[in-house]
Every structure is written in structure tokens, then in C-alpha cells.
């Protein structure tokens, strides 16, 4: 089927109060990331990218806009139901209207949006990760559910390539666990994980005791190994505890410097929209560890302007990524 005559239908096929889901919407709005990374990919595709991060946002707003736990549960579980619907070809709301004719020109499987639903869950129930790689795999089951959403939507096909799939949702993943050494102060304040409990355990920490506010304070020695080991190892690898090499920064700290090989080849195979993803998440990596991970009472981040010109240079390198070191 030819993808903009694919778009056309489906966009008629959208009710009319489904339209304010289209691209741009206010899960993507300018400026933002999840903005570039609709942009730069195909113009038949944005419309269905976007619907996708809207749904992310929508849930992912529960917990901090519903108070009481309990309407919280049930507004989740109203979703949970709805995409029950959306996948017997009978949603009531205009967002997953949109995405209806999303779903079957492109055959998303409805176990990705309940990975989406039960990240949201985890939240909810303040569930703690014993150790790193099971929070590790609940990140590739939450935002890698987004990434591999997106990655079928941009052709990636799992009879053809189901590597292709498993690379999106390590790419989740990773940049799930850099958001959260960005975000860490603030998922702290709203009682949020941010250390698993062997970490909090080896640190002499209980969770209570971390969110303070002279526990925040601790945040650059905690963050700081875990980012060494997200900066040695691409999202396609194994997190390593082997010293890197170092490089100077401009700030004059010094960082761990990573195989340009293992970089750059985690591009490889990677669709449009996730090689955007990628490269914004190893920038803001960087700006992290060059504010020495001073996010106990702000949220670093990269300026719009620094993300037009990393997505459209990710965008433009195609699946066998060469990209010249900064």
C-alpha cells in the first residue's frame, strides 16, 4: 500500500474531534524532542508518530495530575479498557479514533500498548526495582514499547526483521534510564524511584532517605557510575563496569569518553525517528555529566535549537550511521 495514500485514508477516517491529535499536538509540541522527532521522519508517518507519543503522554500524566490513588486506578484501568476497544475496532476516544486506522494499516500489537498501561501501573502501586537490570528491562517495557510502536510504523516489519524491533526497544530502554538521571530530583520529590534497592542498599540509603533534601544532594555520586556505564555501553550492549577511556570536557570535567565504534554503530538498523531519539538522549547525556549531574532541584536540558540540529543530522545519516564525532 502506498504509505501517503495511507495517511490520506486515515485521515479521513479520524473523526473530527480526533484531528487535534495530528502532528503537531501538545505531546509534541515546537521546541520539544518528541517535536524534532516527528519532523525529521517521513511526512506520511508524522500523523501516526504523534498519536503515539499523545498516548504515552496521556498516560503517563496519570499519576501526576490524579491525586487520589484510587481515581487514579480507575482512570488507568477506563484506558486499559479502551484500548481493549480500540483493538475490537470500537474506541470512544478521539485520540485512539486516531489511532485506529494507525493500528491495522500497520498491525500494532495490542501487547505494546498494554506495556505502555502497566509502566504507568508500576507507578502507581510505587513499585521498587530490586537491582539495576530489572529496572533496566522494565524501561525497555515502558518507553522501548514506544520506541517499537514507532519503529512499525516507520517499516519495521517483525516477519522481516524482529532484530530491528529488539534494537527499538533497547533504545527504549537506554533512554529511559537517561531520563531518569535527568529527571531524578523531581521523580524524587514526587516519591518516585529513582535507585533500585540494591544501589540504595550499597549507598546506606533507604528510599525516604534519598528523596530528602540532604539526601538529593548525594545525587552526583550516585547518578555519576550509572552514566559511565550508559556512556561505555550503546544501547545494543551489555552495561560495563570497565574504567573508560577519558576525555576533557568544555566545562573542564572530566568524562568518560566512549568507543566511537559502539556509538555509532547503535544507529545501525535503527529507524528514522529512533536514530533522533538516540542522538538527542547521547547529547543530553553529555550536558548532564557537564553540569557534574546538578539535577536535585532542576531539569537539565538541551536547547531547541541544539535539537533541530541533532535530529536533523540523525535523521540524514539513514540506517548505516557513520556520524562524525562532535
Known amino acids: 500500500m502506498d504509505h501517503q495514500a495511507g495517511a490520506t ?18 505531546a509534541t509540541p515546537a521546541g520539544s524532542s518528541a517535536y524534532y522527532t516527528v519532523r525529521m521522519s517521513e511526512a506520511p508517518h508524522r500523523n501516526a508518530l504523534a498519536a503515539l507519543f499523545a498516548l504515552r503522554a ?3 500524566a496519570i499519576p501526576d495530575q490524579v491525586s487520589d490513588p484510587g481515581i487514579a486506578r480507575i482512570k488507568l484501568d477506563w484506558w486499559r479498557t479502551e484500548i481493549d476497544r480500540l483493538f475490537a475496532g470500537e474506541p470512544r476516544h478521539p485520540l485512539t479514533e486516531r489511532l485506529a486506522p494507525v493500528v491495522a494499516q500497520h498491525r500494532l500489537p495490542q501487547s505494546a500498548f498494554i506495556d505502555l498501561i502497566e509502566g504507568v501501573d508500576r507507578v ?11 529496572q533496566r528491562q522494565s524501561d525497555e517495557q515502558d518507553l522501548g514499547a514506544l520506541f517499537e510502536l514507532i519503529a512499525r510504523c516507520e517499516g519495521a516489519d517483525a516477519d522481516n526483521d524482529q532484530g530491528q524491533l529488539t534494537r527499538a526497544r533497547r533504545t527504549g530502554g537506554w533512554c529511559a534510564q537517561v531520563r531518569r538521571i535527568r529527571d531524578a530530583g523531581l521523580l524524587l520529590r514526587r516519591g518516585r524511584e529513582v535507585l533500585p534497592a540494591d544501589q540504595l542498599t550499597a549507598a546506606r540509603l533507604s528510599h525516604e532517605q534519598l528523596a530528602s533534601a540532604d539526601g538529593r544532594q548525594r545525587l552526583p555520586e550516585l547518578l555519576r557510575p550509572i552514566a559511565e556505564q550508559l556512556r561505555a555501553a550503546g544501547p545494543d550492549q ?9 576525555e576533557q570536557t568544555q566545562a573542564g570535567h572530566a568524562i568518560p569518553s566512549p568507543q566511537r565504534s559502539q556509538w555509532f554503530g547503535a544507529f545501525a538498523g535503527l529507524t528514522p525517528a529512533i536514530r533522533v531519539q538516540l542522538r538527542l538522549h547521547q547529547d543530553l547525556l553529555n550536558v548532564l555529566h557537564r553540569s557534574d549531574f ?12 541544539r535539537k533541530f540540529w ?12 557513520s556520524e562524525v564525532a562532535q
Open 9 to 26: 485514508s486515515a485521515d479521513q477516517a479520524a473523526s473530527a474531534a480526533s484531528l487535534e491529535w495530528g502532528f503537531p499536538n501538545r
Open 58 to 60: 496521556e498516560l503517563q
Open 124 to 134: 502507581l502501586r510505587a513499585h521498587r526495582h530490586p537491582d539495576q537490570e530489572t
Open 238 to 246: 551489555a552495561p560495563t563496569k570497565a574504567k573508560p577511556e577519558r
Open 294 to 305: 546538578n539535577v536535585a532541584d532542576q531539569r537539565i536540558g538541551l536547547t531547541p535549537l
Open 310 to 321: 541533532l535530529a536533523w543530522r540523525a535523521a540524514a545519516q539513514g540506517s548505516a550511521s
